[in-house]
C-alpha cells in the first residue's frame, strides 16, 4: 500500500498549516481536513482563513479543491482514508482528577472512538496532537476494543514542532520529523509508509525513528527545555535589574557559548502560546504521577518563574506611574502571544491587561492581527473578571496605533510586531499626556532615541 488519502481530524493551528503544506508537496495524495466546526470549516473554505499564518494564504489558494479539502464529514473523510492524523485539542483538564495540570484527552478520545466505529479498512493513525506520555498506547485500546472484524490499526506518534508565525517555513525546512512506532513488524511497516508522505520534501536523514513513548516525551521535553531558556533569561533579567547588568549584553555572550547557543534568549514579559504552559503542567502532573516528586519541582519552577516575570512587568508599569493607574488610559501595543499570529491562547498580554484593568486603569488596545472580539473574549473571561460589562466599559480597540496612544500616560509593549519597531515616536509623544511612559516589555525599541524624545522608557533586563 502506498498512501493517496490523508484525512486530519482537527482544523486548527496544527491541522490546518501542516495538511497545506502536504497537500502542497505530494499532489498525488488526497488530502482531507475535518473538523466538528461548522464555523472554522467554512472559514477554511472562504477568503479569510481562520488563522493568520505567513505565507498559508497562498498554498491554500492554490491546493484547495485540487488534492486539499476541508470538510464536516468527518466519518467519509475517515472511511476513505489510508491515514488518519489526529490534530485536536489537548487543553488543561479543567475539572477532575488532574485539575489545571493534566492533559484533558477527552477530544483524542472521542477521535479514537469514530475512526473504531466507522472505519471499514485498515488504517495508520497518527497522533498528531501534543499528548501525554503512553496516549498512543490508549488510542490502540479504543480502537482494538471497539473495531469491526478484519480491521487493522496501527497507531504512530507523529509529534508536530511548528511555531506559529513560522508554521510553513518550519513545516517545509522541518531540523527533523519524528515519528514512533510500536516494535513489531506491523509498527515498522506504518511507520515506512508515513515516512513516504515525508520523504516527497524532507531529506531522509532528518526523519527520526524511535519508539512511541520516546517519541511521545520528546515533545513534552522539547517544549520544556524551550521554556526553560525563557525562563534562564528571564531570572537573568531580574538580577540585571537588580545590579546593572544588562540582560541583552549576558544574552549576547552565553549564545555565543557553541554548547549554548543563541536562540530562545529574548528576556521578555513572559513566554505565552498553547503549549509551553500546558506541556509543562502535563509534564510537572505526569512525574508526580510516577512519584517523581524532585524532577516535578524542577520543572514547575520553570513555570513559576513565568507568573513571576508576568507579575512583575505588570507591577512595573504601575509602580512607574506613581503607584496609581486608576482611571488612567494606557496604550497596549500588541496583545497576540508572539508576532506574526493573531492566536492570543496564555498571551503575556492578558495578565498584563487583567492586572492594570484590576488597578482601575483604562486600556487602549492595538494589534495588527488579532481580532477585536478575540480581545474581548480573553478579557471577559470568567479567569479574568467578575465583572465583564465594567471591562468592556474600560478598554477600546483600536486599528491603528497612532490613535491607540491619543491621550494615554502610557504605552505598554506586549508583542513584538515588526511594526511597532518602526513607528514615528515623535508623533506619538506629541500626542501622550505627559510624562510620558513606554514599557518595552519585548526589548524591540531603541531606548537611547525614546529616552531623547522625551520618554520616560522602562525595559526588561536593564536598569
Ligand atoms: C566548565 C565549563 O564547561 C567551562 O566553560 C568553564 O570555564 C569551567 O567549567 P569543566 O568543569 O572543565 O568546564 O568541564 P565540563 O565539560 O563543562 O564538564 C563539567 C561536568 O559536567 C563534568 O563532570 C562532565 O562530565 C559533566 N557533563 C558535561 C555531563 O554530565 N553531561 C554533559 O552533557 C556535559
Ligand atoms: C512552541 C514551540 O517553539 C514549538 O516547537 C511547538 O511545536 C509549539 O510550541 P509557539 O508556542 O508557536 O511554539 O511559539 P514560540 O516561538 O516557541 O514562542 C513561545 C513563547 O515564548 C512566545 O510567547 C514568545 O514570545 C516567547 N519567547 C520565545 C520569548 O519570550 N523569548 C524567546 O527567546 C523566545
Ligand atoms: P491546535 O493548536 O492543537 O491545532 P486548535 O484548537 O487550533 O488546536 O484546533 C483543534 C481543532 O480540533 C478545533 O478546531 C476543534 O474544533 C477540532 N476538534 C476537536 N475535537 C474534534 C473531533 N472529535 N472531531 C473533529 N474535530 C475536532
Sequence with gaps: MAVTKICCIGAGYVGGPTCSVIAMQCPHIKVTVVDISV????QWNSEKLPIYEPGLDDIVRKRRNVNLFFSTNIEEAIQEADLIFISVNTPTKTFGVGKGRAADLTYVENCARTIAQVSTSDKIVVEKSTVPVRAAESILKILSANHKPNVKFQVLSNPEFLSEGVAVENLLNADRVLIGHEETADGLWAFKELSKVYLNW??????????TWSSELTKLAANAFLAQRISSINSMSVICEATGADVSEVAKGIGL????????????????GSCFQKDLLNLVYICECLNLPQVAVYWQQVLDMNVYQKSRF????????FNTVTGKKITMFGFAFKKDTGDTRESPAIHVAKTLLDEGAKLNIYDPKVEPEQIQKDLTHPYVTDNPENVIRSIEIHNNPYTAADSTHAIVIC???????????EKIYKRMIKPAFIFDGRKIL?????ATIGFQVHTIGKR
Design 257 to 272: 557559548d557553541s554548547r549554548i547557543g543563541p536562540k530562545f534568549l529574548q528576556a521578555s514579559v513572559g513566554f505565552g
Design 314 to 321: 505588570s507591577n512595573k508599569v504601575i509602580e512607574s506611574l
Design 415 to 425: 508583542t513584538e510586531w515588526d511594526e511597532f519597531v518602526n513607528l514615528d515616536y
Design 202 to 211: 524532507i531529506p531522509e536523514e532528518k526523519i527520526l525513528r524511535t519508539n
Design 446 to 450: 531603541n531606548h537611547e532615541i525614546l
Design 39 to 42: 464555523h472554522r470549516i467554512s
